[in-house]
């Protein structure tokens, strides 16, 4: 079946740094890979999505590449500001008829000022 | 203009008791869902209705029974209430041509005393 797997957390940075949050996937074919983020009390958005390999998304200055030999796709982003801290999750669709979102567990961001 | 509404968003009840949880999204989508996140963050589909129809049925207790009047609708009713209920009710929508992203709510915190 299909799966995804994220570092994970609580990730605590300071301002400005730069950060990475891992995510692998399993899945036959070609899937498509999201990123979304969850701020407090607030549902899910879409961060940025990838949908075949060596795609790179991106928004609001955060990156991932869609990586078919390693099966990743690692959020990046440069300088983070206190506004990131949220739940960060990593997702894929698979390909096909079966639409059906596959997220992964969450990774908590917290960003100290 | 929201586009996934979620109401209530907050709703406290006793165990035993039968509630429903309302959702509208007026994007245009033809495919409704709805997860279930729990106190680690876990995302778990549950349902997914397109075009008014059932198309996913997670394992979830038939105590869960989603309605879905029209395609802007889906509410979830659910009877006899339990404990292990209390979680985060996210309602989402998307069309299912092309990878497009699913549009989530604001999300329903059901408490169950």
């Known amino acids: 079946g299909n799966s995804v797997t994220q570092m994970e957390g609580p990730v605590t940075l300071s301002e400005e740094a730069f950060l990475t949050i891992n995510c692998t996937y399993t899945?036959?074919?070609?899937?498509?890979l999201f990123w979304y983020v969850q701020y407090p009390g607030e549902g899910l958005q879409l961060l940025l999505k990838a949908t075949k390999a060596d795609d790179k998304g991106s928004n609001k200055g955060f990156e991932a590449t869609y990586r078919k030999e390693t099966t990743s796709f690692h959020l990046e982003k440069g300088s983070v500001q206190v506004s990131d801290s949220a739940v960060y999750f990593c997702?894929?669709?698979?390909?096909?008829?079966?639409?059906?979102?596959?997220f992964g567990s969450g990774t908590q961001l917290t960003v100290l000022p | 203009d929201t586009a996934v509404s979620q109401t209530p968003k907050y709703l406290v009840t006793q165990m035993g008791n039968d509630k429903s949880i309302k959702c509208e999204q007026n994007l245009g989508h033809d495919t409704m869902y709805w997860y279930k996140q729990d106190s680690k963050k876990f995302l778990k589909i549950m349902f997914s209705?397109?075009?008014?129809?059932?198309?996913i049925n997670e394992t979830v207790p038939n105590r869960f029974s989603p309605k879905s009047p029209d395609k802007a609708h889906l509410n979830l009713h659910i009877n006899s209430l339990e404990l292990g209920d209390s979680a985060v009710y996210f309602c989402?929508?998307?069309?299912?041509?092309?990878?497009?992203?699913?549009?989530f709510g604001d999300g329903t915190r059901l408490s169950i005393l």
């Open positions: 989402a929508s998307s069309q299912v041509a092309g990878d497009q992203p699913q549009h």
């Open positions: 899945a036959t074919g070609y899937p498509s």
């Open positions: 209705y397109n075009n008014k129809e059932l198309i």
């Open positions: 997702a894929l669709m698979p390909s096909g008829s079966a639409r059906q979102l596959t």
